[in-house]
Structures are given as structure tokens and as C-alpha cells.
């Protein structure tokens, strides 16, 4: 079954710190670009990071430039979302998401999705 799993979210007071995790199963990862996305209550997805099949291509949204850092491992199938300097416009589900094209996936083309985490970031 081809599957992403993000976890990682919770609460955090402004100025915080939280790492996501995105585990992946089911499909040839290293030959796969993933994207991290948001959406806030109310508000339309907003795709915040990407990073490319070897870790070599990476975007970010300007939102979160020199705040979060997207990073993966190949060998544990798995990619990660730092996020530093945390704001409360940063409160949201994250999803993460797998598409065999990086700069598709920035555009939001991607063939799988995760099941999302809550972010909360308190003031």
C-alpha cells in the first residue's frame, strides 16, 4: 500500500521549535519528490516546502524562507520538515505529499498524500 505518514505536530508557544516527519512505504522513494503543504482553518492549502528526489533541489515558500529547513533520508525513507522561529500564522494541518516531478510538486501536482499533522503555535 503506498502511504505517507506525517507526525511530529503539537503545541508550541511562539519563537518554538518543531521537526515533522514524513515516512513513506509502499513506492520507490528516492525516486520520488515531496512536498510539504498547509492549510489553516478557513484559509486554501499553501504549499510551504519541496525537495527534490536526491535532496539536491530544495523550495520554499517566503512565508517560511530562513525558517524552516526541509531535509530527507533516503535510506530511511523518510522526510523531515524543521521548523524554527515559530509564528501563530503558522497554526495549520501539514500534509506532506509525493510526486515523481519536483517542480510539479511545487505547482501542487503530486499522486500521494499524507493524512496530515496539527501544528499550533500559541502566542
Known amino acids: 500500500e503506498v502511504q505517507l505518514v506525517e507526525s511530529g505536530g503539537g503545541l508550541v508557544q511562539a519563537g518554538g521549535s518543531l521537526r515533522l516527519s514524513c515516512a513513506a512505504s509502499?513506492?520507490?522513494?528516492?525516486?520520488?519528490?515531496i512536498g510539504w503543504f498547509r492549510q489553516a482553518p478557513g484559509k486554501e492549502r499553501e504549499g510551504v516546502s519541496c525537495i527534490s528526489n536526491s535532496g539536491a533541489s530544495t523550495y520554499y515558500a517566503d512565508s517560511v524562507k530562513g525558517r524552516f529547513t526541509i531535509s530527507r533520508d533516503n535510506a530511511k525513507n523518510t522526510v523531515y520538515l524543521q521548523m524554527n522561529s515559530l509564528e501563530p500564522e503558522d497554526t495549520a494541518s501539514y500534509y506532506c505529499?509525493?510526486?515523481?516531478?519536483?517542480?510539479?510538486?511545487?505547482?501542487?501536482?503530486?499522486?500521494?498524500w499524507g493524512q496530515g499533522t496539527l501544528v499550533t503555535v500559541s502566542s
Open positions: 505529499a509525493a510526486g515523481p516531478y519536483f517542480r510539479a510538486i511545487v505547482a501542487g501536482v503530486v499522486e500521494v
Open positions: 509502499g513506492f520507490t522513494f528516492d525516486a520520488y519528490a
